[in-house]
């Protein structure tokens, strides 16, 4: 499987922007970085994802670096209820269908 | 609303007891996959179908089962529960078998076994 790895936890001020890493040392060409949010006990939340270029929406921003090694969502102004766990997963690989892992995440906390 | 239909939101049950976990996909979707959520953990593969037949396993106990039938919806078996199988069940579902497209997950289903 293309593992990821993230920090365990993070904080943020509320109004800043939150940076969050991943690494994905093993991605394959076809593979995408998809990056969810599980806000307490809910079901994870799609966020972004992207193969090789930077994205956009109206959530986040995702960077990939040209290696494709690693990469980065930016929430450009962290609110309080953006306070969650996220993580960061590889998807598309045949034989490894169904089962990217999520691991356990990175636990954002913004504080007032 | 996902799309992603999960049934019952919560469960009760007793030790030794087998209860059935319900999840219809999103519109157009073929694959299912089910997670297993414990307390203050990541989320734990369990199984996927695709179109009806079993694509992937995961970390399923030989207690669970589950299958997909022809009108997409899932069901996980859960029998002769132990207090540790308390936990969120997630299903979630995607177009095609390798999940492009991304996963949609469902609210889940809380279940307590006491």
């Known amino acids: 499987d293309a593992k990821t790895t993230q920090p365990t936890s993070m904080d943020c001020a509320e109004g800043r922007a939150a940076n969050l890493p991943c690494n994905h040392s093993t991605i394959s060409g076809n593979e995408y970085v998809y990056w969810y949010r599980q806000i307490h006990s809910q079901g994870p939340q799609y966020i972004i994802h992207?193969?090789?270029n930077n994205e956009t929406n109206e959530m986040a921003s995702l960077i990939i670096t040209e290696d494709r090694k690693s990469s980065t969502l930016i929430l450009p102004h962290a609110t309080l209820r953006d306070t969650a766990v996220y993580y960061c997963i590889v998807i598309g690989r045949k034989a490894n269908a169904g089962k990217s892992t999520f691991g356990d995440g990175t636990t954002l906390t913004v504080k007032p | 609303d996902s799309g992603v239909t999960q049934t019952p939101k919560h469960l009760i049950t007793a030790t030794g007891q087998r209860v059935t976990l319900r999840c219809s996909p999103r519109s157009g979707d073929l694959s299912v996959y089910w997670y297993q959520q414990s307390l203050d953990q990541g989320l734990q593969f369990l199984i996927q179908?695709?179109?009806?037949?079993?694509?992937a396993k995961g970390n399923i106990l030989e207690r669970f089962s589950a299958q997909q039938f022809p009108d997409l919806h899932s069901e996980l078996n859960l029998s002769s529960l132990e207090l540790g199988d308390s936990a969120l069940y997630f299903c979630?579902?995607?177009?095609?078998?390798?999940?492009?497209?991304?996963?949609?997950f469902g609210s889940g289903t809380r279940l307590t076994v006491v």
């Open positions: 979630a579902s995607s177009v095609g078998p390798e999940g492009a497209g991304g996963y949609t």
């Open positions: 179908y695709y179109n009806g037949e079993e694509r």
């Open positions: 992207g193969l090789k």
